[in-house]
């Protein structure tokens, strides 16, 4: 994305067209134009796009404390909650990379936090249209917007009620989809690309593709990503052939192989503490004596960042084995939690998808812990 846009800030959208990378994955096309920006100031902005990251990292904390403040009431566990945010190994890992991520996670944060307060209040629509627009700028630059639309209603309709649907999911709905359609359309218009943002010239069917290959246990992987070149990129015949291949592996593979499959998928998605964020981070970075030492001590931060998920999920199944003490909002993220790993069962697995919703684990997690936090009044994170 980062070389692309560099291309792109001279007015060259060959990228975005044709049968190129963008024009096959077009949900990428926001963060590389949100890049080129960056190249009418300097011909090297990637210190520049950094700072921007911690920007929009440190808005994410503070998008957290509001929404932890919004569902408790509390300013001690928004506190906690910001505090753990800052800290969580994935999020300091990834704010130096050139990754769609770090400009849609405060959004996504954002809009959930103004679909509750939109709750809260009666006159909410014009909160909950905030809620959408919110979502919609997240969805732009990370496509995943759309398991977060199914999150809302399901709450909405088994905890709010069709009059709540029709005051605040349906505004937050359009206030989605509005922005989503017209920003597209004008890319369009102005021959920036050559097909909608939602519909990548290579269908969604290759990714589900490559995440039914059992030899790579779901991953990228060059067999299935040949696929589209052997049909010129003929968008229906790779859909077609897709199909074929998938009915083919899930029908002719046994039970008893699909099974601990899938597992090794789930566990590889959500149980890497780092979200692949090392491998992505250390290995390509300059020889400093910080780099140089955590390339000799990768297994050590990699126990740091698993042990630091392994308590959040325990905190999450403490919480859920309580039934008693759950709150309608801890099923929200629940509800959210379970669309992504849906999600990322049935398509191509790499443990960087599932950093975009590795925030949840917070909310839940503190909620299990709010009469300890209570207790210790002296402490003051702020």
Not at 303 to 331: E, G, M, P, R, W
Request: hydrophobic share 50%.
């Amino acid at each position: 994305m980062y070389n692309s846009a560099a291309s792109v800030a001279q007015g060259n959208y060959e990228v975005f067209q044709g049968t190129s990378y963008f024009a096959r994955f077009s949900h990428n096309t926001i963060a590389v134009l949100y890049y080129s920006i960056f190249y009418n100031f300097t011909k090297n902005p990637l210190l520049i796009i950094k700072i921007f990251n911690v920007f929009f990292q440190t808005m994410a904390v503070y998008a957290m404390y509001l929404l932890i403040h919004e569902l408790y009431n509390d300013k001690k566990i928004a506190r906690y909650s910001a505090f753990f945010m800052s800290i969580f190994p994935p999020f300091i890992m990834y704010c130096g990379q050139v990754v769609s991520e770090n400009m849609a996670i405060p959004f996504y944060i954002l809009s959930v936090y103004y679909y509750f307060k939109s709750l809260h209040k009666e006159k909410s629509w014009l909160l909950a249209i905030l809620a959408g627009l919110l979502l919609s700028i997240g969805n732009l630059f990370r496509m995943v917007g759309m398991v977060f639309v199914i999150a809302y209603l399901m709450y909405t309709l088994i905890y709010e009620g069709y009059k709540k649907f029709f005051i605040t999911y349906i505004p937050l709905l359009l206030a989605f989809l509005i922005p989503l359609w017209l920003t597209s359309y004008s890319l369009l218009h102005k021959n920036i690309t050559d097909t909608h943002l939602w519909n990548s010239k290579e269908p969604y069917h290759t990714s589900i593709l490559k995440g039914t290959n059992i030899k790579t246990l779901g991953r990228w992987n060059e067999e299935d990503a040949i696929l589209p070149d052997k049909f010129n990129y003929d968008t229906e015949m790779v859909k077609e052939a897709s199909i074929k291949v998938i009915k083919e592996r899930l029908t002719s593979t046994p039970v008893y192989v699909l099974l601990p499959f899938y597992i090794g998928k789930l566990v590889f998605q959500w149980g890497l503490g780092d979200y692949g964020a090392f491998g992505w981070t250390v290995p390509t970075a300059d020889s400093t004596l910080i780099t140089n030492f955590l390339n000799s001590n990768e297994a050590m931060i990699m126990v740091i960042c698993n042990f630091a998920l392994v308590i959040l999920l325990l905190k999450i199944l403490k919480k859920i084995n309580k039934s008693q003490t759950l709150q309608s909002f801890d099923y929200f993220f629940i509800i959210l939690f379970a669309g992504y790993v849906l999600l990322y069962l049935i398509t191509e697995m790499q443990p960087r998808y599932a950093f975009i919703v590795a925030w949840i684990f917070i909310p839940i997690a503190m909620s299990s812990n709010i009469d300890s936090i209570k207790k210790h009044t002296d402490v003051n994170i702020a």
